[in-house]
Every structure is written in C-alpha cells, then in structure tokens.
C-alpha cells in the first residue's frame, strides 16, 4: 500500500473507507476509479490543470498503438540493469499510464515491486486507474510531491518537468531515476515546416542536484506513420497541432508523416 504525506501539513495520510486522512483530519476521497486527488484547490494554477482531455486521447490512442514502444522498452532494460531489486516505483508526469504499466510489468516479473504514478492532469489519471489498477495513482503536483521522504529506489521520468530538490527529497540514497528528453534531431522533419531555420534540441548531458550521471544514449528511431487517424493523433499529442497550418496538417494526413525519432535517455544515481 503506497505512502502519502498530506499536502496541505505534510503529516502521513492514513486511509479508512476510501478516505485518506491525516491527524490535521484534512481528508481526500479516493475517486471511483480508484487515484486519490492530493491536489488542494488552493495550489491549483488552473481549473483543470495539466493536459486536456482531447490531448490525453490523441496521446492515449498514439501510444496504445506501440509508436514509441522502442522507447519504453529501453528504458525497462535500463531499469533492470541499474536498478534491479527495487521495490518502490515512482512514474513522475505519468499520464495515462502506458509507460507505468509497461515498466511496472517488466519489474514485476520476478520480485516484489509496486510503482506509484503521478500526475497533474485528472482526466488522465481516470483512464490510468480504471486500466491499471495493480499501479496507485495520485493527482499532484511534481513540483510539490505528496510522498515522505526517501520514499523511491527507482523513479522514471519521461518528458515532465520537475524541481530537482523534490526529486532529490523523495528518492532513497543510491536510489535510480531515469529520464527521457527530446534528443537533438527530434522530429525535426516537422520542425522544418513550421520554422524558416529550425534549431535542433539542447544535447548536452543534463545536471540534477543530488544525483550522479551513470548513463547517457540516444535512441534514434524513424517514424512513418501512413493511417488518417494515426497522423491526427500524433499532431494532436504535440503542440504541432496549433503550429502547423490546416493545409500542412491536411498534406501530412493525405500523403503520410515520416519524421526523426531522437530521445535523449539518462541515468542518474541519488548520492
């Protein structure tokens, strides 16, 4: 059973009757489909904060579809590699889940591990929990996570931003987080149809306080994509989607998509 700390006194939250609570008695349902919402209206910047829900089904239906599978199977190599043993899984920005459920498979194939998602967008983490209901689910902040701390042996963290002190608070000494950023030449075949000179991404190695670099590679893929609906996804998960004009999008959809694949993939150790 996962762990939560109130956000609001950062007491520990104890669960009765689908209720979590803390001493403070400040109390958060668990939702029908299962995550618990440790997000105070308070400290929302928005109604509904995070993705949308047409963003989260165009990203939800992309990825069901194996498209960027060759990413998450790398990165449940590399965590078999550095952090074989782990017990305690923590999927930062989860989404909907897919990378989660893939990593929380791979883990659990042969040892006692259980994997925490998190993630600021609601309608998300709905879809996540009805489909995965062996991975706990919270709706919070990255920036101010609601876990005590030394909580993670491994953490992953694809394409969501974080504050590197949390990260740091949150994760055991010596624990594992593994991250995965746009490489340099990262869909850059569209990035020549919006811009006039189109710069590739940043490729130096990244720095987190608190952890030590073990591992760097990127993981260079091409993707052509020639169904209708698979292009409209795809345009509709990126922020292409309100770059590109509606007659660039209508040519990708008619004549098919084809574009670099460049992710940027990291280990890090917490020291």
Not at 26 to 55: I, T
Not at 109 to 130: V, W
Not at 203 to 212: V, Y
Request: include cysteine; proline fraction near 3%; glycine fraction near 4%.
């Amino acid at each position: 059973m996962m762990k939560y700390r109130c956000p609001l006194c950062k007491q520990a939250l104890l669960l009765k009757d689908r209720t979590w609570y803390c001493p403070d008695n400040h109390r958060f349902d668990c939702a029908k489909e299962g995550y618990v919402n440790l997000l105070p209206v308070q400290k929302k910047r928005s109604k509904d904060p995070g993705d949308n829900k047409e963003m989260m089904f165009a990203r939800r239906e992309f990825l069901n579809k194996g498209h960027y599978q060759l990413l998450s199977d790398r990165v449940n190599e590399l965590a078999l590699q550095h952090a074989h043993g782990a017990k305690a899984g923590l999927d930062i920005g989860c989404g909907e889940g897919y990378y989660s459920h893939r990593l929380n498979d791979a883990m659990s194939a042969d040892m006692n591990f259980s994997l925490q998602g998190l993630d600021i967008s609601k309608s998300a983490l709905k879809y996540a929990s009805k489909r995965y209901s062996d991975i706990s689910f919270c709706v919070a902040s990255a920036f101010e996570m609601p876990f005590a701390d030394e909580s993670f042996d491994l953490m992953m963290r694809i394409y969501a931003p974080s504050l590197d002190e949390e990260l740091r608070r949150v994760a055991k000494k010596e624990s594992i987080l593994i991250t995965a950023s746009a490489g340099k030449n990262h869909h850059f075949a569209l990035k020549k149809m919006i811009y006039d000179n189109p710069t590739p991404h940043i490729t130096e190695s990244s720095q987190i306080a608190g952890f030590e670099l073990l591992h760097r590679e990127n993981l260079e893929s091409m993707l052509a994509l020639s169904d209708e609906m698979d292009i409209t996804h795809f345009l509709n998960m990126t922020p292409y989607s309100w770059k590109l004009t509606d007659e660039q999008k209508g040519k990708l959809i008619k004549n098919g998509l084809k574009c670099e694949l460049d992710f940027k993939i990291e280990v890090f150790k917490a020291i």
